[in-house]
């Protein structure tokens, strides 16, 4: 069996990336329920707003558990967790963007995905 050498550096970049996919989502997800940072609910797409069966803050609620979810999924299985943290971001993105509401904002969230997509693909995972 052959084994790769880890690169200098590489492994307390992989660990710096984790923390912050493994702190950010928690820390968004539980602001779902106390607004402290923002109001989320003005990042919701109005034609999904108008689709929800539900209040804005109930999906915003959802969103919350999602991203702790998430937050712990990338702490214990980083290669999996990785993965959902870039879809997720990508799918915010992608939502933010149709409407072309919080351009700057999607950005910001693609470039995060990208990220926590390079992180999962790290040889330490």
């Known amino acids: 069996m052959e084994t790769t050498a880890v690169k ?7 660990n710096l990336l984790k923390l ?3 702190i950010v989502p928690i820390v968004a997800g539980l602001d779902k ?4 940072l923002c109001d989320w609910t003005q990042y919701i797409n109005p034609v999904i707003l108008d689709l929800l069966p539900f209040s804005a803050d109930t999906f915003m ?3 919350g558990v999602i991203e ?5 999924l990338v702490f214990f299985k980083p290669k999996i967790g990785g993965l959902v943290v870039s879809a997720w971001l990508t ?6 963007l149709v409407g ?11 470039v995060m995905a990208l990220s926590a997509f390079l992180m999962a693909r790290m040889p330490l995972t």
């Open 100 to 110: 072309w509401h919080y351009a700057d904002v999607a950005v910001r969230d693609l």
């Open 68 to 72: 702790i979810a998430a937050g712990i």
């Open 8 to 14: 200098p550096g590489l492994e307390s970049t992989f």
């Open 61 to 63: 609620m959802i969103v």
């Open 20 to 22: 912050t996919f493994t």
């Open 33 to 36: 329920f106390f607004n402290i």
């Open 91 to 96: 799918l915010i993105a992608l939502s933010l």
